[in-house]
C-alpha cells in the first residue's frame, strides 16, 4: 500500500511560480517511475512529467523549458516546480505512482493560475 500526499498549489498569477511536492509513505527508492498529472475542467487528466529512479526526466511539450520534476529519495517526497505559469496551467495536480502491477494517485492540489 502506497500513500501518496499532495501539497503546494494555490492561487498566483500568470508569469508566477509554484512548488508542488508529492510525499509518499515507505522508501521511494523502489518506486522505479514518479509522475506528475493534471486535469483541468472538462478536460481528461494528463501527464505534465516524469522521472525515473536514475533521474531522467520526461515532460509534456506543454511544459517544457518551464516546470522542473525532481525527487528526494531520502525525504521520500516528488517535486514539481512551476515557472512562468500560464492560465492555461490551471488545473488539479495528481501525483501518480505504478508500483507492482498497481497504480496509485494522491488526492490532488488545486493550482489556479490568474490572468
Known amino acids: 500500500q502506497v500513500k501518496l500526499v499532495e501539497s503546494g498549489g494555490g492561487l498566483v498569477q500568470a508569469g508566477g511560480s509554484l512548488r508542488l511536492s508529492c510525499a509518499a509513505s515507505g522508501t521511494i527508492l523502489s518506486m522505479n517511475v514518479m509522475a506528475w498529472h493534471r486535469q483541468a475542467p472538462g478536460k481528461q487528466r494528463e501527464l505534465v512529467a516524469s522521472?525515473?529512479?536514475?533521474?531522467?526526466?520526461h515532460y509534456a511539450d506543454s511544459v517544457k523549458g518551464r516546470f522542473t520534476i525532481s525527487r528526494d529519495n531520502g525525504k521520500n517526497t516528488l517535486y514539481l516546480q512551476m515557472n512562468s505559469l500560464k492560465p492555461e496551467d490551471t488545473a488539479v495536480y495528481y501525483c501518480?505512482?505504478?508500483?507492482?502491477?498497481?497504480?496509485?494517485w494522491g488526492q490532488g492540489t488545486q493550482v489556479t493560475v490568474s490572468s
Open positions: 522521472i525515473a529512479t536514475g533521474g531522467s526526466t
Open positions: 501518480y505512482v505504478p508500483l507492482s502491477g498497481y497504480t496509485y
